[in-house]
C-alpha cells in the first residue's frame, strides 16, 4: 500500500458508521467520559470542515470538526482525529488535520482548538492555550489544550467554560482588527 492508494474527500452522512467503528478502536468506550466528547454531545459537527481518508473504498481515517463558543470567542474544535491502526504512521492523520485547518480558514473560522499532544499538533501550527484562559466540562490536562489561530485575537476571546457553539451563551465578539 502508497499513499498514492489513499484518496481524501469531505466527509458525508454514508461514512458516519465507518467513522463510529474507526473511534470506537482508537479511544475505547472511555471516550465518552472525556471533556470534548462532553462539548460534543451539544450540537452537531461541521460536515463542511470534516474529512475522511479511504483506502479501497473503506474509511481508514477521519477527522471532524465541531463549533464552540467560550465567552464571547468561538472557534472550531477539531477531532477525534483517528486512523485504523494498519495506516498509522504514514502521515494520513497530518494530512487530514492540514485538509480541515485549510477548510477553517477558506471559511474564516478564527480560530481551531483541540486537546491533544503537542508534540504532534505543535509542528502543525498548535500552541497551548495559556493555563487558565480556557475551562473545559470535564477534567483535562491543561497542558494538552492547544489552538491553531486564524484571525489575529481570536484566541484571546476565547475565555471562561468551552461548549458547543449552539449552546453559547455570551454573545460572539470577533477580534479587532490589527
Known sequence: MTLTDVTYMPEAPAH???????????FGPGRFTRAAYKIREGGPHDRSLSFVALHGGQVIA??????????????QMLGPLAVRPDFKNMGIGRKLVAMALAAAAKATEPAVILVGDEPYYGPLGFARIPRGQIEMPRPVDLNRLLAHEIVPGAVALLAGEVCHADLAKTPQRTPEPA
Do not use: W
Open 16 to 26: 458516519d458508521l465507518e467513522i463510529d467503528e474507526i473511534n470506537a478502536e482508537a
Open 62 to 75: 477521519s477527522v471532524r470538526m465541531t463549533p464552540i463558543a467560550a465567552g464571547a470567542g468561538r472557534a
